[in-house]
């Protein structure tokens, strides 16, 4: 599910708010008050978000913050990191003419690609499609502080990683965003993408403001995704949460070891209670590392499919609520099995 179903699928209470809200309606041409309580719930969890405004996905609140970064600077150059990923769309996608990529964990490439040209720089937490590998705290530091310096806007990309702490791993690592992306959980399993950010950015899109930044969409907001977002982010409690990470961290280990005893090694990256696998003994430290043996990856993806084992074809790992220990057991063994078929 790539991060979305925090509370796993068809969770009961995400399922009734679904279907109260289809009896009253779903696309209305303003707001509703289902809009508005998810609003009001991610200001008050996120200490950047003054302001939301809603799209479809997280490809597209990339897209709105980037011309919400473009109007506030009266530029157009855009910056991102080796390995991010905000979107399978222009101009996030490689080659464009006015992206510019930094080195992955490169400070001193900072001061050498920003200037009065670009309108933001845009970093995830932790490389989600390029391996779920952090970045340093003081990398994202430098990076938000040399965006200001030149006057360009920090955009913290928050669509996979906002489940992992209370407000948010910007929050947690101090930073101080002037942007920030959002999307999967907030919808509780429905589509549904956000920017939120300072309450002068977001008010640039207000129809009320002469010359505003035009933003429409006949399913933004949609009244079933927005109540189901409400519930999902009502039960990712501070608990939950917790207990997701150390979920996570046990996994880790144990898959780690499994790999070891049985003579196919494994490294684990993580993030909360995102993880993914690599085949090797070697660490994974950059988005390079993340992309060696697609033999070895492939196999594993197989042989864990025959244990009844699902991860993503590049093995990457999300937990979710709904995971009992019997459930976690389970994939405890089939790690086991797959390593011991693989060896084999």
Do not use: W
């Amino acid at each position: 599910n790539y991060t979305s179903l925090i509370h796993g699928n068809a969770y009961p209470p995400i399922a009734e708010a679904i279907s109260a809200a289809a009896v009253t309606g779903t696309v209305f041409p303003s707001m509703h008050l289902s809009q508005l309580r998810l609003a009001e719930e991610i200001i008050a969890r996120v200490p950047a978000v003054d302001m939301v405004r809603l799209t479809n996905s997280g490809s597209e609140a990339a897209a709105l913050a980037l011309r919400i970064a473009r109007r506030a600077t009266g530029r157009r150059a855009l910056v991102t990191v080796s390995g991010g990923y905000h979107g399978a769309v222009p101009p996030f996608t490689e080659g464009e003419p006015e992206t510019r990529t930094l080195p992955f964990g490169d400070s001193a490439a900072l001061s050498d690609m920003l200037d009065d040209h670009v309108a933001a720089v845009f970093m995830e937490p932790f490389l989600g499609a390029g391996g779920v590998i952090p970045q340093d705290p003081g990398y994202l530091r430098a990076a938000q502080e040399a965006a200001h310096r030149v006057g360009a806007l920090f955009v913290v990309d928050e669509v996979q990683s906002l489940r992992n702490s209370p407000h948010g791993e910007a929050a947690r690592l101090s930073l101080d965003p002037d942007l920030v992306l959002m999307a999967k959980i907030i919808g509780g399993g429905l589509p549904i993408g956000a920017v939120g950010g300072r309450r002068e950015l977001l008010e640039l899109t207000a129809a009320t403001r002469p010359e505003h930044l035009e933003h429409a969409g006949t399913f933004n907001g949609h009244v079933a995704t927005a109540a189901a977002g409400l519930v999902s982010l009502q039960h990712l409690t501070t608990a939950a949460i917790s207990e997701l990470n150390a979920h996570a961290q046990h996994l880790a280990e144990h898959i780690e070891a499994a790999g070891a005893d049985r003579g196919f090694p494994l490294v684990v990256t993580r993030s909360g209670s995102i993880l993914n696998v690599h085949p090797g003994d070697a660490p994974v430290t950059s988005p390079a590392d993340a992309h060696r043996f697609p033999p070895e990856r492939a196999a594993l993806h197989l042989a864990l499919l025959l244990e009844g084992i699902y991860t993503t074809p590049r093995g990457m790992i999300n937990l979710s609520t709904a995971l009992s220990e019997d459930d976690l057991s389970a994939v405890y063994r089939g790690y086991d099995r797959a390593c011991e078929r693989l060896a084999s």
